[in-house]
C-alpha cells in the first residue's frame, strides 16, 4: 500500500513537471519577439499547479512580470462592480427592481423610468453605447458622470429593457454612479472599504493617474509592423463602473476564494436572481460581471478583460475546484487563452465545453 502511495505521488509529480513545462513553452512561444507578456495562474482541485509571469512589465524601466504585478483588470473589474451592488442589495439600501428615475432626475422618463438596476447587472437594459456618444476629436479621459451626462440627454434605447442582451458599458458606469448617490461615498472609496480592506487586498486599487501605483504593469499594442508600442491609456480607460482596477494573481485569488467561501454574499444565489440569456435558447447566460453555464450544480463561469493595451481572462469551475487566469499587457492578446486551454485539455486538467470565444465575441 505505501508503494503504491509513492508510485502515486512520484506520478503526479512527473505530470506536474510535464505540465509546467507545456504551459512554459507555449506562453513563451506566444510571446517571442516580444518583450512584454503576462502572468499566468492554474489551480486544479485547490491546488496550485502554475504561477508565473514572463516578459517585462514596464519595457524602459526592464521591470519583469511577476505573480505580484498589477495589471488592469479592464472588463474583469465588472465583478466588483456588481459586488458593491449586491452589498448595497443586502443592506436594504437599494432593490436590483429600482428604477433608474430613482437616481438620475436628469434623464428622459422615457428612459429612467424602464430601466431598473437588474437590466444594468444583465446588459439588457438597452442603453446606448456612451463610447458611441463622444465627439470624434475628444483627448481628456471620461469618468463615469460624463457617462451620465451623456447619456441624460438620450430619448432612445437599443431594444425595450430586458427583452435583449447586448454588453454594456454605459449600464456599468451607470451602477458605479448609483453607488455614489446611495452612498454618499466615492466609488472607489465605498469598494475599498467594504471589499478590498475586509478581503484584505492590498494590492488592489483603482487607476488614479495622479498617485504612483506600485508594481504597475503599463499596456502596450503591436503597430501594423508587428512592433510593440506604448498604448497604455485611451480616451475611455479611466471609467471606473466598467473597467478600471489593478491587481495581480494573489490579490485575485484571495477574491476567488472569497467567492467560494461566500465570504461577503453567495454569488450563486444572486446568479440564480439576477441572470439572463444572452440568445435566445442559449445556455450561455450573463449575470453580476460573469458570463456563465449551469446545468443542475455544475456551474462554468467566465470573463474577459479588453482595453488599451491589456488582455486577460478567467475561467472558473467552481464543482471542478479549478481557476484558470491569465493578465497580459499587450492589446487583442486572447489567442493565448485558446493555446492555454488546449494544453489543459491534454493533460485532461479542464473537463469544459465552454466556448470563451462566444462569451470574448459578445463583449465586442
Not at 517585462?56 to 459586488?83: C, E, G, H, V, W
Not at 472607489?188 to 475586509?198: A, G, R, S
Not at 439576477?274 to 460581471?289: A, C, D, R, W
Request: include cysteine; proline fraction near 3%.
Amino acid at each position: 500500500m505505501r508503494y503504491l502511495l509513492l508510485l502515486l505521488l512520484f506520478t503526479q509529480s512527473l505530470l506536474g513537471q510535464s505540465l509546467k513545462k507545456s504551459l512554459d513553452s507555449t506562453i513563451a512561444s506566444h510571446f517571442a519577439g516580444k518583450e512584454v507578456g503576462g502572468a499566468f495562474l492554474v489551480i486544479n482541485n485547490n491546488k496550485l499547479l502554475y504561477e508565473k509571469g514572463i516578459g517585462y512589465a514596464d519595457i524602459p524601466q526592464k521591470l519583469a512580470n511577476t505573480p505580484f504585478t498589477n495589471f488592469r483588470l479592464a472588463s474583469i473589474s465588472k465583478q466588483f462592480t456588481a459586488a458593491a451592488i449586491i452589498l448595497l442589495e443586502k443592506q436594504g439600501l437599494i432593490s436590483y427592481d429600482d428604477k433608474l428615475s430613482r437616481f438620475f432626475p436628469q434623464f428622459d422618463l422615457v428612459v429612467s423610468n424602464r430601466i431598473k438596476i437588474k437590466h444594468l447587472l444583465t446588459h439588457s437594459s438597452g442603453l446606448l453605447d456612451y463610447e458611441s456618444l463622444l465627439p470624434s476629436n475628444r483627448q481628456t479621459q471620461i469618468q463615469d458622470a460624463d457617462v451620465v451626462s451623456l447619456l441624460a440627454t438620450e430619448n432612445k434605447l437599443y431594444f425595450e429593457p430586458g427583452t435583449e442582451f447586448k454588453y454594456s458599458n454605459s449600464g456599468f458606469c451607470l451602477l458605479a454612479q448609483i453607488v455614489e448617490i446611495v452612498t454618499g461615498m466615492k466609488f472607489e472609496q465605498y469598494v475599498t472599504d467594504n471589499i478590498f480592506k475586509p478581503l484584505k487586498l492590498k494590492n488592489t486599487y483603482y487607476y488614479n493617474p495622479n498617485s504612483k501605483m506600485p508594481l504597475r504593469a503599463l499596456g502596450y499594442a503591436l503597430s501594423n509592423v508587428n512592433q510593440v508600442i506604448p498604448a497604455d491609456q485611451s480616451v475611455t480607460s479611466a471609467t471606473k463602473g466598467d473597467g478600471c482596477i489593478y491587481t495581480n494573481l494573489k490579490d485575485y485569488r484571495i477574491w476567488q476564494e472569497s467567492l467560494v467561501n461566500n465570504t461577503l454574499f453567495n454569488l450563486f444565489e444572486e446568479l440564480s436572481k439576477i441572470q439572463v440569456s444572452t440568445k435566445s435558447n442559449s445556455f450561455l447566460k450573463y449575470g453580476l460581471g460573469w458570463f456563465f453555464t449551469q446545468e443542475e450544480k455544475s456551474w462554468e463561469l467566465y470573463h474577459s478583460g479588453s482595453t488599451s493595451g491589456f488582455s486577460n481572462g478567467v475561467l472558473w469551475l467552481p464543482q471542478q475546484k479549478l481557476l484558470m487566469v491569465y493578465f497580459t499587457n499587450l492589446a487583442d492578446n486572447h489567442l493565448i487563452e485558446e493555446k492555454l486551454i488546449q494544453v489543459l485539455k491534454s493533460y485532461k486538467i479542464l473537463p469544459s465545453t465552454f466556448d470563451f470565444r462566444k462569451a470574448l465575441a459578445l463583449t465586442q
